[in-house]
């Protein structure tokens, strides 16, 4: 715990641009924040010991200070150069982005002993990298996200990303999400990357063993019964032990009055507006999952939304046959999210409301008055199966360490 919140304390996040995007901005911490400049170079000098041969080699502890820096000064201790550290983050961004495809990485680019760790994970050779990720390729059939690089040490790049995977061995063919950091380090002799650690947003322990880490898998596999139908486009930018914050794109609804977050007030609406019941007769197709938003801070004003397809704009769209439906489009934006099964009963909704919202308070973030329920499955699926959500608006979101 003590060797991340170490690491943490130093990285800057720069949070990713889905389609549409909704605005998210980057905070830095103060630079007191920082590692001072002794710590830094106690830790250069152990990546030193360990670096491949012919790599840099730590100068005495007990030698002069000036004999030191000049040392550190022949090494490289310095770090790299503006020149290097920006082509090693063009690099690794127009690089990354293959790690699971056909192209794949490029090899050369990295030392034969790499030295790989994440809290399930270690390898200390490239071919075990290598192996890692074919071995995720057929297992897990990844979309990798790549939301930002940056150097954030002397002799390290880190990056900001999103892994989406879904497990292919199993028949429900469960969806497993991990955002997080990847500290890249680089050998000052060769300017190639000899280290990769990755830092996982959902666990505190991302040392490796982690039972913690591997427990974060298991709790995934579980089954959630999404219908395959059209749903409002979102990007996780980053899952936590507690919720998911998320940047949807904007998207359109059809909308009612309804009675209460769980009821079905103002259902047989929206649903008759999509089955025909509009101007132009028009059938439109179902779409999950469906919405009831609670606006303000007693949860009682409250309607019922359906998504419409993502191929529709507002001029396109026949007009409601009665007052009591409205057309409008939802901005998006960025939504803190609780998944939860079983049956949506109002208690156990607003008691998810009430958690949510408190941890959102807890970690610093700051949580819009009211909610939304978003119920994905029809009343007849089995409750351990159900897919719900209770989603919270956030102000003024910034990804930081």
């Known amino acids: 715990m003590a060797t991340t919140t170490s690491l943490r304390s130093r990285l800057l996040i720069l949070p990713p641009p889905p389609a549409s995007p909704a605005a998210v901005s980057l ?4 630079r007191a924040a920082a590692l001072p400049s002794s710590s830094r170079r106690r830790n250069l000098r152990l990546t030193a010991r360990a670096a491949p041969p012919g790599g840099a080699v730590a100068p005495a502890s007990s ?3 000036a004999e030191e820096e ?5 090494v490289g201790f310095g770090g790299l150069s503006a020149a290097d550290a920006e082509r090693l983050c063009e690099f690794l961004r127009a690089d990354l982005p293959h790690l699971f495809d056909d192209v794949g990485i490029d090899r050369s680019a990295y030392d034969d002993r790499v030295r790989f760790r994440d809290p399930i994970t270690r390898h200390d050779t490239i071919d075990g990298y290598l192996f890692n990720i074919r071995l995720l390729k057929q297992l897990f059939r990844p979309d990798f996200y790549l939301h930002a690089v940056k150097q954030t040490g002397p002799y390290e790049l880190t990056t900001r990303w999103t892994m989406v995977m879904k497990f292919m061995l199993l028949p429900w063919k ?3 999400v991990f955002t997080g950091l990847s500290i890249m380090g680089v050998n000052p002799q060769n300017l190639k990357f000899n280290s990769h650690v990755d830092l996982w947003d959902s666990i505190q322990n991302n040392e490796y063993f982690s039972f913690e880490g591997l427990w974060d898998v298991f709790k995934q596999l ?5 219908p395959d139908i059209e749903t409002p486009k979102y990007l996780i930018l980053k899952r936590t032990a507690h919720y998911e914050v998320r940047s949807y794109a904007p998207f359109l609804i059809v909308e009612a009055k309804g009675d209460k977050l769980t009821g079905s007030s103002g259902f047989n609406n929206v649903t008759g507006y999509i089955f025909g019941k509009n101007a132009s007769s028009e059938k439109i197709p179902m779409t999950t999952p469906v919405f009831t938003q609670a606006s303000d801070d007693t949860l009682s004003d409250v309607s019922i939304q359906i998504v419409l397809p993502m191929n529709k704009d507002l001029n396109s769209l026949p007009a409601p046959n009665t007052e009591a439906v409205t057309l409008r489009k939802v901005e998006g934006g960025i939504a803190a ?3 939860f099964s079983g049956r949506p009963k109002e208690e156990i909704v607003l008691q998810k409301e009430k958690d949510l919202r408190s941890q959102l308070l807890k970690d610093g973030l700051k949580p819009q008055q009211g909610c939304l329920l978003a119920r994905y499955n029809d ?3 089995k409750s351990f199966l159900m897919r719900n959500e209770v989603l919270i608006q956030l102000n003024d979101f910034a990804l930081e360490l």
């Open 27 to 30: 905070r830095l911490r103060p």
């Open 63 to 65: 030698a002069p200070a």
């Open 174 to 176: 469960p969806e497993l």
């Open 337 to 339: 999210v609780k998944k």
């Open 379 to 381: 009343p007849r699926t």
């Open 70 to 74: 000049e040392k550190e000064e022949k």
């Open 222 to 226: 579980r089954i959630y019964k999404t």
